[in-house]
């Protein structure tokens, strides 16, 4: 939405647009927003190893229209654009790891398939306002806690690079052509529909995996290390207050109030789920090199300017998250790996 443009004030029968739709944080929205009334659209390729799951927005299909194509296919997107009056942009790839295994797969997902689409958001619809899932990651090791929006930016693996050049992309259609473009740097956000069972994505993936095996989480070096867990209905009520936000500032770090050291998340996790203790291991060579240490942002910009701030406290949200996995295996849900396009 363009400056001086009328400002949406509910989701109510708004037309709404959700790329990676399929997956983690995408699919909760989805469910947020058919519970708003809007009208909702779902891009989402289910690339292999990226997280989407039909299953994830299965109760809410009917009332969802789902495209199962890639953004980068632009006769498609082409013909999704028109009308959308905002633009919930979470479609990539999120492993640290993969993207030091495979560069060029991270680069086609975070960079190509960004810029194509949001060229054709600028060519077809310079109105609506786009909402992107960025990460804490582009920061790297931190210089100083908390950190905040002006901390250098300094990512230590090719994801990181990665989300921070799609950033750029988005900083450019706001600066050049007055597009409405923010900017989320999400930090650890955990909860139900999370693919725990795909590797190489992020600690809490692990923790969850091992307690509802009722295995022992493993926690590498100390386990002192602090991270921020920001349960996901709390991210999805970030997004939609970006969503309908006034012409706001480009960027925001969006996350949990208070660091925990890893080893306290660990056990938590374990004493939630009833499962072994865990133990502290050597840090595997390949993890070592792209650890970043303690981390912690401050989203006291967000807080300040949208009167957002985490409400579901971490044991709270991890007896939440064990609570749905448990109840999707009993249920015999599991991932799926043969897409589903209407």
């Known amino acids: 939405m363009t400056l001086g443009a009328q400002q949406d004030t509910s989701y109510h029968n708004l037309p709404v647009l959700i790329t990676g739709g399929m997956g983690f944080i995408g699919s909760n929205l989805v469910h947020a ?8 659209t779902v891009l989402d390729a289910l690339i292999p190893g990226g997280g989407g799951d039909p299953s994830n927005v299965a109760e809410v299909a009917p009332d969802v229209r789902i495209v199962n194509d890639d953004m980068q296919n632009a006769e498609c997107v082409e013909a999704l654009l028109s009308g959308q009056r ?17 560069p060029l797969r991270d680069l086609a997902i975070n960079c190509s398939a ?39 930016v300094n990512p230590v693996d090719f994801n990181g690079v990665h989300k921070h050049a799609a950033e750029g992309y988005h900083f450019l259609l706001r600066q050049q052509f007055g597009m409405r473009t923010i900017c989320l740097r999400l930090g650890n956000v955990y909860g139900p529909r999370q693919a725990i069972h795909q590797d190489c994505r992020g600690f809490i993936d692990a923790f969850l995996r091992k307690s509802l095996a009722g295995e022992s989480i493993e926690v590498f070096g100390d386990g002192q290390q602090k991270r921020g867990l920001l349960y996901v209905d709390d991210a999805v009520d970030a997004f939609l207050k970006a969503g ?22 660990a056990r938590t996790c374990a004493r939630v789920a009833g499962s072994l203790p865990p133990r502290l291991v050597p840090f595997p060579s390949e993890r070592l ?54």
């Open 244 to 265: 309908l936000a006034g012409y706001s500032a480009a960027v925001y770090n969006v996350s949990a109030s208070s660091p925990v050291p890893l080893i306290e998340i």
């Open 86 to 102: 905002v633009i919930f942009n979470l479609a990539g790839e999120i492993s640290h790891i993969r993207s030091m295994t495979e």
């Open 114 to 152: 960004q810029l194509q689409f949001l060229n054709l958001c600028r060519l077809l619809n310079p109105a609506a306002t786009i909402v992107y899932a960025s990460s804490r990651q582009v920061y790297g090791s931190p210089k100083y806690v908390p950190v905040d929006e002006e901390h250098p």
């Open 33 to 40: 927003l058919v519970r708003q009334g809007a009208q909702v």
């Open 289 to 342: 090199s792209i650890d970043i240490g303690s981390f912690h942002s401050s989203s006291e910009k967000f807080h300040r300017e949208f009167a957002w701030s985490p409400r579901v406290g971490l044991e709270e949200g991890l007896r939440k998250t064990l609570e749905f996995f448990k109840s999707r295996r009993a249920s015999g849900l599991h991932a799926s790996s043969h897409p589903v396009s209407r």
